[in-house]
DNA sequence: CAGGATCCTCGCGGATACTG
DNA sequence: CAGTATCCGCGAGGATCCTG
């Protein structure tokens, strides 16, 4: 039997709210400044969305670049070692797709409001 | 780009402060009945271990088997479904083991209290 | 033995206002 | 523009007691 017992650390730092959403534009859009990450994700606030990405920043998944000026203008971006993540994102993004087949062949309707 | 969308509702399925535990335990120990879980996860109680195993029941995780006698015993395991998550599950342990080495360049100490 | 029912706490997430 | 600072509600998680 192999080891599991480091994927609970790594769910806490997928974990949060927002952290899905935000890495999925980022994915999905390369560098978002942070206006552009609000607009793209109406329902976020601006505390929400700075927290959440400063907790990805402190784990090294998205780089946050700060241009020195007036007005500011801060960029946002999955990190290099970030993109190491997309194995596990797909993994998980494969999974969840056939559990949501299956939950609807045990439960019948799609209730997962996609 | 592949489409990642649905890897928001897979983490939900793993989210929940004992499933993981939990997961680790049925996974390395095959069945188990409630009372050993009890005593593998002493900090638990049992309420939380009965809602966290409902929802993985719910979710086609974990195969519950009541034996309908007293004193009442009933056997937890992985079902055969739920199998299906090894590789996820790898995917993020392999993941987490590496972070945790690239937190520990990054930041020096390691504070994951392993 | 394997729960169910109740009550309570604590912290995540959110609304709102202020600032360099 | 890209944030902080404060305040607050709500729900996941927990302690405790009861039951078939």
New interface residues.
């Given amino acids: 039997?192999?080891?599991?017992?480091?994927?609970?650390?790594?769910?806490d730092?997928?974990?949060g709210k927002w952290k899905?959403?935000i890495l999925?534009q980022l994915?999905?859009n390369g560098i978002m400044r942070f206006s552009e990450l609000q607009r793209a994700i109406p329902d976020i606030n601006k505390k929400m969305l700075t927290q959440q990405l400063r907790e990805l920043e402190y784990?090294?998944i998205v780089y946050r670049k700060v241009y020195s000026q007036i007005p500011p203008k801060v960029e946002y971006s999955i990190s290099d070692?970030g993109k190491?993540?997309s194995?596990?994102?797909?993994?998980?993004?494969d999974?969840?797709?056939?559990?949501?087949e299956?939950?609807i062949e045990?439960y019948g309707a799609d209730r997962?409001g996609?």
Same sequence: chains 1, 2.
């Fill in positions: 039997m192999k080891s599991y017992c480091k994927f609970e650390s790594a769910l730092i997928l974990v899905s959403v999925l994915i999905s784990n090294d070692y190491g993540l194995t596990v994102l797909q993994a998980l993004n999974w969840g797709e056939a559990h949501s299956h939950m045990l997962s996609n």
